[in-house]
């Protein structure tokens, strides 16, 4: 499954130039956690997210210190290029899920940007996939069973857990093009053949 297939577009971004307040109105607003910063003509110039506006608008209490706290670099009127992380991991439309999510695993990153050619055009989230594997078996086993059906082939399928078990096809080619297409219906993690030992 490839990484447009899944993630959110288009995408929630906000300028550099904006106000941090905005961007944290735009974070709760769309109940994400972080989001691409574009610049003037909408290339992607880093990330902003909810650690990062914590991390600098959130302020000591002076009550509970004896002494003055002093701010190293005050937020008042902080815009998103004072704050945002400059370094973004991103992916293109045309990665492969798996490669998102190990990306994403292996890292402090919830979500990364989606861009094809400069431009921003979605966003895929560990929240986008975990929506794509909590889909509902029989409406997976309807969907792989209805493409099957499109594609001519007179295949049986049972979907438990997300993994399809095929039954129907003969040899090692209609195995992999029974793979092929019930890998591409959201939600199947795996496909088994049970007269097959490459299932």
Do not use: Y
């Not at 944290?24 to 574009?38: D, F, K, N, T």
């Not at 050619?117 to 986008?128: F, K, L, N």
């Not at 078990?165 to 092929?180: F, I, S």
Request: proline share 5%; charged share 25%.
């Amino acid at each position: 499954m490839l990484v447009r297939e899944v993630m959110t577009s288009p995408a929630v971004t906000v300028p550099q130039s904006a106000a941090v307040k905005d961007a944290i109105q735009l974070l709760e607003r769309h109940s994400i956690a972080a989001m691409p910063v574009v610049d003037e003509v909408g290339r992607l110039v880093g990330v902003v997210s909810e650690a990062d506006v914590i991390r600098e608008m959130v302020v000591p209490d002076q009550r509970v210190h004896e002494r003055l706290v002093r701010l190293s670099t005050p937020p008042t009127h902080a815009r998103v290029a004072d704050i945002m992380s400059r370094h973004a991991l991103t992916v293109s439309s045309g990665t492969e899920l798996a490669q998102a999510a190990e990306l994403m695993t292996s890292t402090v990153v919830k979500s990364l940007p989606v861009v094809d050619e400069d431009e921003v055009v979605g966003v895929i989230s560990r929240r986008d996939i975990i929506r794509l594997l909590s889909r509902e078996d029989p409406r997976i086993e309807a969907e792989v069973d209805e493409l099957f059906r499109q594609t001519g082939l007179d295949w049986l399928v049972d979907v438990s857990d997300g993994v399809a078990t095929v039954d129907g096809p003969a040899d090692d080619g209609e195995r992999e093009l029974a793979r092929v297409l019930a890998c591409t219906v959201s939600g199947v993690v795996g496909v088994h053949f049970p007269s097959s030992r490459n299932g």
